[in-house]
Structure formats: structure tokens, C-alpha cells
């Protein structure tokens, strides 16, 4: 079955200090995608990064990177430099089937991060 | 603007009571999906349609339904058989068989039963 898991029920962060979220994953599929999402208080999903089971790099946007260990199944979210604004809920989500795929993704738990000034 | 709409925001409902949520995409994405988030819980899959007049059950599909006569357009229908209905209700669409093949998801609808 496939399975996201964040351990990580909340986490705190001094403000422009990195924070680490914690995703694990379960798939038998070979081609899967991974994804983050933030969700602010006003409930809308915001996609922050992506990651093919394929890529031979690890993700990056901007402030935000997928530390991607394939054979771990792990796919953690780095956030360099926080800020306040990056409080939020953060979700993993998984996208698998390959060319079959029907895009429909499954989504962790949330961890909420709260951002000290 | 291209994106989501969803409406209403925010909704009360009777018990017994049926209610469709409105869910409109002017990004001319093929996909179109619901979920349905708990509070303090990840998002779960209720109904998903790759193409016009064409849908399938997700996880929770029980209580719900939906219908794709437009490429725009997903509405949910929740009805009075969803034993627990108030929750949170985000619709997302995506281009079909795209290589990352994001959601993009709507502000979403509060739903309250009283």
C-alpha cells in the first residue's frame, strides 16, 4: 500500500535559522513523484517543490530543498533562512503510478512550523 | 486571473440537509479532484475526474457525489448520508499525464453541519 508519513506533529524555528520536515514514503511503483505543499492559516495549498523517483539531483527552489534519499525513502523538506511568513502547516504528498498515473496524489499528516522572531 | 474557485467559502447546513460545493478552473487542466481535510489531518481524496463526463471514487467517496458535464466545472454534492460532513473541502485540478503533474488547489469551502 502506498503510504506518506510525517512524524513531526509540530516543530519550532528561530527565525533565519534552517529547519528540516520529515517525509518517509511507501511505494512498490519504480516512477513516483514527491511533493510539498504549505498551507497558512487561511487554508489555501501552495505547491513549494517537486521531486521525480528519476532525478539524479535533489530539488531545489529558491529557500526551499527536497533532501531526497531514495534507498531511506525519504524525502525531506529543508527551509534555509526562515522566516515569519513560513508559518504554516507543511504536507508531503505522493503522486505514483508512472505513465498510468491518474495524478491523484496521497498526502501526510502535516507538520505545523511556527517561526520565532 | 487564471485559477480556482471555489464557493461558498464558508457554509451551514442542516442535518439532513443536501449541499453542493462549486468548483470552477479557467486553467484548462483536464483533471479536476476533491478532498477533504479534518482538522489537524492531512488531505484525503473524495472523487476524481481526468475528463469530461467521466469520474471515480476516491478513498471517502460515501455521502458524496459529483458530476463533469463542463472541463471547467467539479461540483460536490454533499449529501445526507455523509455521516460527518463538517470538515474542510479544498478542490485542486492538474494537466493530465504531466510530467510533475502538480494540483493546483482552490481556496476551499468550510462546511458546517449544525
Known amino acids: 500500500a502506498q503510504k506518506i508519513t510525517q512524524t513531526q506533529p509540530g516543530m519550532f524555528v528561530q527565525e533565519k535559522e534552517a529547519v528540516t520536515l520529515d517525509c518517509t514514503y511507501d511505494?512498490?511503483?519504480?516512477?513516483?513523484?514527491l511533493f510539498w505543499y504549505k498551507q497558512p492559516s487561511s487554508g489555501e495549498m501552495i505547491f513549494l517543490i517537486y521531486q521525480g523517483s528519476y532525478d539524479q539531483q535533489n530539488a531545489t527552489e529558491g529557500r526551499y530543498s527536497l533532501n531526497f534519499q531514495k534507498a531511506r525513502k525519504s524525502a525531506n523538506l529543508v527551509i534555509s533562512a526562515s522566516q515569519l511568513g513560513d508559518s504554516a502547516m507543511y504536507f508531503c504528498a505522493m503522486r505514483s503510478g508512472g505513465s498510468s498515473n491518474t495524478g491523484k496524489l496521497i498526502f501526510g499528516q502535516g507538520t505545523t512550523l511556527q517561526v520565532k522572531p | 486571473d487564471g485559477g480556482i474557485t471555489q464557493s461558498p467559502k464558508y457554509l451551514f447546513r442542516k442535518e439532513g440537509q443536501n449541499v453542493t460545493l462549486s468548483c470552477e478552473q479557467n486553467l484548462n487542466h483536464d483533471a479536476m479532484y476533491w478532498y477533504r481535510q479534518d482538522p489537524g489531518q492531512g488531505l484525503r481524496l473524495i472523487y476524481y475526474s481526468q475528463i469530461v463526463n467521466d469520474f471515480q471514487k476516491g478513498d471517502i467517496a460515501e455521502g458524496y457525489s459529483v458530476s463533469r458535464e463542463k472541463k471547467e466545472s467539479f461540483p460536490l454534492t454533499v449529501t445526507s448520508a455523509q455521516k460527518n460532513p463538517t470538515a474542510f473541502y479544498l478542490c485542486?485540478?492538474?494537466?493530465?499525464?504531466?510530467?510533475?503533474?502538480?494540483?493546483?488547489f482552490g481556496e476551499g469551502s468550510r462546511l458546517t453541519v449544525l
Open positions: 485542486a485540478s492538474s494537466v493530465r499525464g504531466a510530467n510533475t503533474g502538480e494540483l493546483f
Open positions: 511505494t512498490s511503483d519504480p516512477s513516483y513523484g
